[in-house]
């Protein structure tokens, strides 16, 4: 069951790994949200641009979109 505030992994190829429901569409009072409803969610984006240099920790914590964007890593 979902509910507000859940955080759910995502199953699909848009970029996001884990987003959090925000609200479930089309319910005024129903609290959870089963197969096929649509919810509105949200995800950040770990970020586009980089400008400087970056510490070598980040390729040891999967954080390889940051990795290949960065002009310098040390």
Do not use: W
């Amino acid at each position: 069951m979902i509910q507000p505030q859940t955080r759910l992994n995502v199953a699909d190829n848009s970029g996001a790994r884990e987003l959090m429901c925000i609200r479930i569409i089309g319910t005024s009072n129903r609290r959870y949200a089963h197969i096929g409803d649509v919810i509105v969610a949200v995800k950040n984006p770990k970020g586009t641009r980089i400008f400087g240099a970056i510490a070598r920790e980040l390729r040891q914590l999967n954080f390889t979109k940051i990795v290949s964007v960065a002009p310098e890593v040390f």
